[in-house]
């Protein structure tokens, strides 16, 4: 084409866009109430917008059913002094039930054994104590720990159970070979009302024995292991990935939830 002022492009045309129904700030959201095809699905926004009746008398909440069940106290962050305020004070309270400290220190122990003498109930392993009486077992538990590394987690969950009123039978070092050989004889799975089953490295554990019982398991993954266990993440992935039916799963190294769980299973179990 031959030089010189270039021609105009041709105008492209734009389609007018509608305006928002929220351009109107005084309006709110009132007119999406009242559009044709109202996003919020109403033909009028009075009911929407219009204040919340105010109820003639608050709703009675039911009382909280009776629980024979200890108060928990964690010595983790606490000084000696701290714990053994808290203790006396769920003595005062709870005179018929005893008071539980986890997870507290060497100290810490000795203090409450010299304090309250025979009315302490302590556990090395666990790091655990109770205060006051115990209440009778019943239903019966039994604690499965794969390794010794996971000792502390499988006593603080023995311990638990059986404060919070249920027997408990606790089998040690049960990874590898030792697991063939105690599933011989059939006993370890039997005579129980629920099991805790407490491994990291070899958490694959927790599904062989749900898969050889029907009795509920509570599976505890430990943060113990090798470096690629990642703190715990590794047995727990492989716990919550079980094909086993009736295996439930608790935290990383919480032995304290899983053994109120297996104590309300078994105490509940053994009432039928």
Request: aromatic share 2%; proline share 10%; net charge negative.
């Amino acid at each position: 084409p031959p030089s010189g002022d270039a021609s105009p492009e041709p105008e492209v045309g734009v389609e007018a866009v509608q305006p928002s129904p929220l351009e109107d700030e005084a309006a709110g959201f009132a007119p999406l109430l009242t559009a044709p095809h109202a996003p919020l699905g109403t033909s009028s926004p009075d009911p929407l917008l219009a204040p919340l009746p105010v109820a003639a008398e608050p709703p009675v909440v039911p009382a909280a059913a009776h629980r024979a069940e200890p108060d928990v106290i964690w010595g983790t962050g606490r000084t000696t002094e701290q714990v053994l305020s808290l203790v006396r004070e769920a003595r005062r309270e709870h005179p018929d039930r005893p008071a539980l400290v986890l997870r507290a220190s060497a100290d810490t122990l000795v203090a409450l054994a010299s304090e309250h003498d025979a009315y302490t109930t302590m556990d090395a392993a666990a790091m655990a104590a109770a205060v006051g009486p115990l209440p009778e077992p019943v239903g019966r538990v039994r604690v499965l720990c794969a390794g010794g590394a996971d000792t502390p987690v499988a006593a603080e969950a023995a311990f638990v159970a059986r404060v919070t009123g249920t027997d408990v039978v606790r089998v040690d070092d049960l990874s590898g070979s030792r697991l063939r050989a105690a599933l011989a004889d059939g006993s370890l799975l039997t005579d129980v009302d629920c099991l805790v089953v407490v491994a990291g490295l070899d958490a694959s554990i927790a599904t062989t024995i749900g898969s050889l019982t029907d009795v509920p398991v509570v599976a505890v993954p430990t943060s113990t292991g090798q470096p690629s266990a990642f703190g715990g993440l590794g047995a727990l992935m492989t716990m919550l990935s079980s094909a086993a039916p009736g295996v439930a799963v608790s935290n990383i190294d919480n032995g304290w939830s899983a053994g109120v769980f297996a104590a309300r299973v078994a105490r509940r179990s053994a009432r039928r």
